[in-house]
């Protein structure tokens, strides 16, 4: 069996129909060719994260994290190239 990717977008449609609660769990696990139980995690996972999207904090808290892996990288690189160029000159 073959474990099928379900995108952000679906599995946030399938848990607010979950929350709705117009239709049962089957009823939408049947209508997305999914299992209800995974049904019931995405809704109980999009109820414990709502909260996040009015958190801007979180967002520039990961936009400074890409930044500060970034700088780590180049401090890597930056350190290998000092190294390197130490080493020549002490052969020299």
Not at 22 to 44: C, D, F, L, M
């Given at each position: 069996?073959?474990?099928?990717?379900?995108?952000?977008?679906?599995?946030?449609?399938?848990?607010?129909?979950?929350?709705?609660?117009e239709?049962?769990?089957?009823?939408?696990?049947?209508?997305?060719?999914?299992?209800p139980?995974?049904?019931?995690?995405?809704?109980?996972?999009?109820?414990?994260?709502?909260?996040?999207?009015?958190?801007?904090?979180?967002?520039r808290?990961k936009?400074?994290?890409?930044?500060?892996?970034k700088?780590?990288?180049?401090?890597?690189?930056?350190?290998?190239?000092?190294?390197?160029?130490?080493?020549?000159?002490?052969?020299?």
């Amino acid at each position: 069996m073959v474990r099928r990717k379900h995108s952000p977008k679906l599995k946030a449609m399938v848990a607010i129909e979950a929350i709705k609660a117009e239709k049962t769990i089957s009823q939408i696990a049947t209508e997305y060719g999914i299992h209800p139980q995974q049904v019931r995690n995405w809704r109980r996972h999009f109820l414990s994260k709502c909260y996040l999207v009015f958190d801007e904090s979180g967002r520039r808290e990961k936009e400074l994290k890409k930044e500060l892996q970034k700088a780590y990288k180049k401090i890597g690189e930056l350190q290998v190239e000092i190294d390197f160029l130490s080493d020549v000159l002490k052969r020299a």
